[in-house]
């Protein structure tokens, strides 16, 4: 009998502790801007296109491109920046290097044509 006392009560610590609550992210815009004067690349997430329009006309940016998104693919990519040992300075403002540019464009992030032009590999088989 006590047995079965246990085992309920384990179950119920066991339950209990794998209830996750789903979080919540708000889908937006992800972006990034380029600042010629300072040379460097900003990446950030705006609700709306409005909130983008104003944050471009604040900074004197270029929006190099947007795309749809969340707030998780953000804080995701400023961790794996982080893990290469990309370093930003506050804002998530990124000294501009054709690196970061690429680590971007292979990271799915909107980054354009303009700056970055990716290499295309051609393969030629040759029939012996």
């Given at each position: 009998?006590a047995?079965?006392?246990?085992?309920k009560?384990?179950?119920k610590f066991?339950?209990?502790s794998?209830?996750?609550a789903p979080?919540?992210?708000k889908?937006g815009?992800?972006?990034?801007?380029?600042s010629?004067?300072l040379n460097s690349?900003?990446?950030?997430f705006a609700?709306?296109?409005?909130?983008?329009k104003?944050?471009?006309?604040?900074?004197?940016?270029?929006?190099?491109?947007k795309k749809k998104?969340?707030?998780?693919?953000?804080n995701?990519?400023?961790?794996?920046?982080?893990e290469?040992?990309?370093?930003?300075?506050?804002?998530?403002?990124f000294?501009?290097?054709?690196?970061?540019?690429r680590?971007?464009?292979?990271?799915?992030w909107?980054?354009?044509?303009?700056?970055?032009?990716q290499?295309?590999?051609?393969?030629?088989l040759?029939?012996?």
């Amino acid at each position: 009998m006590a047995l079965k006392k246990i085992n309920k009560e384990y179950r119920k610590f066991i339950s209990s502790s794998l209830i996750l609550a789903p979080q919540k992210s708000k889908l937006g815009i992800v972006y990034t801007l380029y600042s010629d004067r300072l040379n460097s690349i900003e990446v950030g997430f705006a609700e709306n296109d409005n909130v983008l329009k104003k944050k471009v006309l604040q900074s004197d940016s270029i929006l190099l491109d947007k795309k749809k998104g969340k707030e998780q693919d953000l804080n995701l990519l400023i961790k794996i920046l982080n893990e290469l040992d990309i370093n930003f300075s506050s804002k998530l403002n990124f000294r501009y290097s054709n690196i970061l540019m690429r680590h971007l464009s292979t990271l799915g992030w909107p980054v354009g044509r303009s700056l970055y032009k990716q290499r295309k590999i051609k393969k030629e088989l040759s029939f012996a």
